[in-house]
């Protein structure tokens, strides 16, 4: 009775049990890791033998001969200036300046506060606003500030002009029209002396700490960001060493993530996106084979810093991200994503090297 209502039930879960041993079996003796389900297909039983076959289609990474040989690359700094140092430091005393009324008509470097009412050349009023200030600057004639250049505090004046760029509505940018101004108030910027006075109010105790300070600020930045153009280029040439197919499931799969980034933001190229998916795909896959190559492996503690660091940033306890993530396999993504790190900072120590 048992067999005659559930044969068919029973062969299917019998050809199941057999199928996915057999393949975990196969993928064993050949050193297969498939990067996306398998589909099984053409299941055949023999019942003279008792054989089973089938077909199991899958992507895995490629095999290839992984080369880091040629990728090692130089990176020179330039040497900070004096110039360098300089323009910081008038950039500070900016900052640190006050303005003060003028008691004198005003210059190129002054800040003129005023009223203004803007008129087409038919007369009709076409914009108006109340405690306009700019910097005014050298301007040819015609402009805004030829025409304030040379006024002083409550003088009213009149002129055309184009309608300038920071002038709140855009249609009319550029457009000739006829303006009368009131001014309010012109200030002049005073600004501090350089010297350890000013250093100290910046937090030094002297202008020589200051300007040391500086110069190795700059040295830092200007080391970081050659050294990062450098990093790029290693990677450059890793890719063009090491040259394969990569599987289109990953690069779909790391396109999906590009698009859950950039959402449905305008002016975003798909095949720009397409792209940086494949070359992420590219990377990680070398990254992997560098790590399996080095025999470079996460430790224990590594994982708990990971997860500790985690667990402060999101503002959760570290024994329940561990257990969601032993539960949701967040941990096999850890050590993958650490392994890639230090395989990273592997060939940076061994092929990257400042000239």
């Not at 300038?164 to 249609?171: C, G, H, N, T, Y």
């Amino acid at each position: 009775i048992i067999l005659n209502t559930f044969a068919k039930e029973i062969e299917n879960e019998a050809k199941d049990k057999v199928v996915k041993r057999a393949f975990i079996q196969v993928l064993k003796e050949n050193n297969l890791n498939p990067i996306t389900y398998a589909e099984i297909e053409n299941i055949q039983a023999s019942k003279d033998t008792g054989n089973i076959s089938f077909r199991a289609r899958f992507q895995v990474i490629p095999p290839f001969e992984l080369k880091l040989k040629g990728i090692r690359t130089t990176y020179k700094t330039k040497k900070i200036s004096g110039t360098d140092v300089k323009l910081v430091l008038s950039d500070l005393l900016k900052k640190s300046s006050t303005l003060k009324p003028a008691s004198r008509p005003s210059k190129t470097g002054d800040f003129i506060e005023f009223d203004y009412t803007a008129f087409n050349k038919q007369g009709n009023e076409i914009d108006a606003v109340q405690g306009m200030t700019v910097e005014l600057e050298k301007k040819k004639k015609g402009s805004l500030h030829s025409l304030l250049d040379g006024v002083n505090g409550g003088q009213n004046i009149k002129g055309e002009i184009g309608y300038p760029q920071k002038f709140p509505v855009d249609e009319l940018h550029g457009q000739s029209i006829v303006i009368e101004i009131s001014v309010r108030e012109v200030k002049e910027r005073t600004t501090p002396k350089l010297d350890d006075g000013f250093a100290k109010t910046v937090g030094f105790s002297s202008l020589m700490e200051l300007k040391e300070s500086i110069e190795q600020q700059l040295s830092k930045e200007e080391n970081d960001k050659v050294r990062d153009l450098a990093k790029q280029k290693l990677l450059d040439t890793l890719i063009k060493e090491n040259d394969f197919e990569v599987p289109d499931a990953l690069v779909e799969f790391y396109f999906r993530q590009q698009q859950e980034i950039t959402g449905n933001a305008e002016g975003i190229d798909r095949e720009v996106l397409r792209k940086l998916a494949e070359r992420r795909a590219r990377i990680n896959i070398l990254l992997d084979r560098i790590a399996e190559k080095e025999i470079i492996e996460v430790s224990g503690k590594e994982i708990n810093d990971f997860i500790e660091k985690e667990a402060y940033r999101q503002g959760v306890e570290k024994q329940k991200l561990r257990v969601y993530l032993e539960q949701s396999g967040g941990i096999d993504e850890i050590i993958t994503m650490l392994r890639r790190e230090k395989a990273f900072d592997f060939i940076l120590i061994r092929y990257l090297t400042k000239g």
